[in-house]
């Protein structure tokens, strides 16, 4: 029997928010049992700019009936898939391979080379769905599945080259007479340029005192950093 597609059966895919925590943990708890994450690690990845978070809702009810995570940093060419759950009840409808392909989108838009999973190896079709969607069983992670001895399949999925192009980030940093400026770019795309400038504590001496513009640079440095470091979503 071919595989329905989410959206013929009024299944929505979009990114999760913070305010649907309370819809996922009921999936994730009837799914995972005495595996299930705690509500605040799950609130953590949701809300954290290294996810990117999706949920499967019903159209008409605004029901979350599944769910799944990818941890891919801009800074890195690794991914992770860290969670898929679809509840019971709207099992066989495609949201499962739905859920995957947003997550493999939004991979291939950071620009990763290679996705990783685990899963159990009791579960031939969450491990078909994977396989078809192009990742290869690469080791076996002997009773990792607690309590219940259980082996975990690791699965890796390659990006053809022609789709990674993967370009150099710099970080600049200048602390030259009144201003603190932190400038971050991808090969010839300006991702961030934060400037803290200390021009109102060397006012009142007609011009910038070196002492005074050390300390400044010193104190401004880290928040200048920090915030460009946000801005361009990097760590």
């Known amino acids: 029997m071919n595989e329905i597609p989410a959206q013929a059966v009024g299944i929505t895919v979009r990114r999760a928010l913070e305010s649907d925590l309370d819809g996922i943990m009921l999936i994730e708890r009837a799914v995972f049992e005495h595996e299930a994450w705690p509500d605040e690690a799950m609130r953590r990845d949701i809300t954290s ?20 995570g990818l941890q891919c940093p801009a800074s890195s060419d690794d991914g992770d898939i860290q969670t898929i759950a ?14 995957m392909l947003d997550l493999l989108k939004e991979a291939r838009r950071l620009h990763a080379a290679e996705l990783f999973l685990e899963v159990r190896a ?27 001895d259980v082996d975990a399949w690791v699965m890796r999925l390659q990006f053809a080259k022609t789709s990674v192009g993967r370009e150099p980030i710099v970080l600049g940093i200048e602390t030259s007479c009144d ?16 400037i803290s400038s200390s021009m109102d504590e060397h006012a009142r001496f007609g011009g910038v005192v070196p002492e005074i513009a050390a300390r400044a640079h010193l104190e401004a440095i880290k928040p200048t950093l920090d915030q460009a470091l946000a801005k361009a979503n990097l760590s």
């Not at 019903?58 to 769910?67: C, D, F, L, M, P």
């Not at 019971?88 to 859920?99: D, N, P, Y």
Request: proline share 4%.
């Open 49 to 68: 700019p290294h996810c990117f978070y999706v949920v499967g809702e019903i159209e008409a009810t605004g029901q979350i009936v599944g769910y799944a």
């Open 86 to 99: 679809v509840s019971e009840a709207a099992r066989g409808k495609g949201i499962g391979k739905a859920l």
């Open 122 to 148: 009791d579960n031939p079709a969450a491990q078909k769905l994977y396989l078809n969607l192009g990742f290869e069983h690469i080791d076996t992670r002997k009773r990792y599945y607690q309590p219940d």
């Open 179 to 194: 201003e603190t400026g932190v400038g971050i770019v991808r090969g010839n795309t300006l991702l961030a340029n934060i």
